[in-house]
C-alpha cells in the first residue's frame, strides 16, 4: 500500500472521529466543508478546475457546498475508496494525492488543540522530502527574502534565492512540506533575522 493510499484510509478514521464540525487548518472549513473539497477534486471533473482557476472558483463553490450536504459517512466513503476508475488521478494516485492526502490529514489533525506531530518513519519522511524538493521554489516564489530548507540530517534545498543572507528552516520533511503549503502550525527551527523570519511565515506560500 502506498503512504498515500495510508494517509487517505489515515485521514477518515481522523475525521470520523473529530467530526464533520470540528474546525481545521483550511481557513473556515469544518472536516465537512474539507470532506467535500476532497470529493469533488477526485469525482466532480467538472468543478474541480475551479480548486486552482480563480475564475471557475464561483462554480467549484457551489458543488462543494451542495456536495457538503450529503450525509458525512458518504463523504467519508468516498474519500476512503479513492478516485474512481473513470478518473485521471487514479493512476498516478500514489504520487499526486500523496502531498494532498498527508497536509490534509495534518489539516484536520493540528486544527484541534494541544496537537502533537506524529512520528513517521524514515521511508515516509523520505518520501515526502522528494515531494519538497519538486514543490520548493514553486511554493517560496513569492518569498521576499532567500529561503533554505534544510532537514536535521544534513539534507538542504535552495527554495528561493533574492541574494543576501538567506533564512534558515531546519525540521524534518513532514514539517518542512507543511509549511511550504501555507501552514505556520509546525514545529521548525529558523536561523535568520527576525524581521526576515517572519516574512517567510507571512508570504503567500500557495501551490
Known sequence: MSMAQRERRALVVTMTAIGPDASTLCGSWTVRDLAAHLVVR??????????LLKPLAGYTDSVQNSTARKPFPELLEQIRTG????????PVDAVVNLPEMYIHHEDVRRGQ???????LSAEDEARLWNVLRRMAKMAYRKS????????????????????GDAVVLTGKPSELLLH????NEVRLDAAGSDEDVRAVFAADRSV
Open 42 to 51: 477526485e469525482r466532480r471533473p467538472d468543478a474541480s478546475p475551479g480548486i
Open 83 to 90: 478516485p474512481p476508475w473513470w478518473s485521471p488521478l487514479r
Open 113 to 119: 488543540p494541544d496537537w502533537e506531530p506524529r512520528e
Open 144 to 163: 521576499p527574502v532567500s529561503l533554505v530548507l534544510s532537514t536535521p540530517d544534513g539534507k538542504r534545498v535552495t527554495a528561493h534565492n533574492v541574494g
Open 180 to 183: 511550504a503549503f501555507g501552514r
